[in-house]
């Protein structure tokens, strides 16, 4: 095996970097395993592809049949993309998080509509999810820089200023869209009635409905908007962002959740909020 390990980093030089650039995508591939698999408390699956590739690695040396070792290069091109598949959402949110599109959404909020009026939208908010939950009443806001078209449409357009009177009316129970989300964007509300994606995780508390689950879907889906639920049980407020969750919210804490959404508050403010590592 000694033998072998050295011929593979020896021989032509255009062979030579191509197995160097497989040994870096390899480490790579693991890297990203370890990683997101960490986030995802997945550690299990990473050790068995591990062992599995190991295994793959050591037969590849004992077999000398080529057709063989095809299939040995081929099982292991498989579990890699598998892996790559299996946390291809938690890789798309970090890219995100690390562009630049996000940051121009926000200074263009800002600049557009002016702190003043961003201060008042957020203000009828809270006062609108406080009287929801005073009287039990059901709802899920979604604040978002911007929203997939499939979504918006999966609702009626509204495209109306925001006051606490229009959004505790949209939520009124037995009307046609208290049971969707409403999402606001721009500045406005966009769109009343959407459904969302539901989040499939089972670790959640009981308690959590449909909205709930709605509500941690979204922003698992969309890394830039944050999610209000109001408990139809409970009255109890919660906020999602990013797949992470606060509950029983007061106002000030609200504010703060908002004023992050609505692009008044800095990076700064808003990791010290939701944490540096935001899932």
Not at 108 to 137: F, P, Q
Not at 201 to 216: C, D, S, V
Not at 252 to 276: H, K, N, P, V, Y
């Amino acid at each position: 095996m000694q033998e072998t390990l050295k011929g593979f980093f020896t021989g032509d030089v255009k062979v030579l970097i191509g197995r160097i650039i497989c040994v870096i995508l390899t480490a790579l591939v693991f890297f990203l395993f370890f990683y997101y698999a960490k986030k995802r408390n997945l550690q299990l699956f990473t050790y068995v592809s591990i062992a599995v590739v190991a295994v793959l690695f050591a037969l590849s040396f004992l077999v000398s049949k080529t057709e063989l070792g095809f299939y040995l290069l081929f099982a292991y091109v498989v579990l890699a993309v598998l892996g790559l598949m299996l946390f291809i959402s938690d890789i798309n949110r970090h890219i995100f998080r690390l562009s630049v599109k996000r940051k121009f959404f926000r200074e263009n909020l800002a600049d557009h509509y002016g702190s003043e009026d961003l201060s008042k939208s957020v203000a009828e908010i809270v006062k609108s999810c406080l009287r929801l939950s005073k009287t039990d009443t059901g709802a899920l806001i979604v604040i978002a820089d911007h929203m997939s078209d499939e979504i918006l449409d999966s609702g009626i357009k509204i495209n109306s200023e925001i006051t606490a009177e229009l959004i505790e009316t949209l939520f009124f129970p037995k009307t046609p869209l208290h049971d969707g989300a409403v999402i606001i964007t721009a500045n406005k509300v966009a769109s009343a009635g959407c459904y969302l994606p539901l989040t499939q995780a089972q670790n959640l508390p009981r308690e959590f409905g449909t909205r709930h689950r709605a509500a941690i879907g979204v922003s698992a889906a969309f890394p830039d908007c944050t999610a209000i639920v109001v408990s139809e049980e409970t009255g109890i407020i919660s906020a999602m962002h990013d797949g992470k969750i606060k509950r029983y919210l007061d106002s000030r804490q609200l504010q703060d959740i908002l004023d992050c959404a609505m692009g008044l508050a800095d990076e700064s403010a808003e990791e010290r909020l939701w944490g540096e590592n935001r899932q």
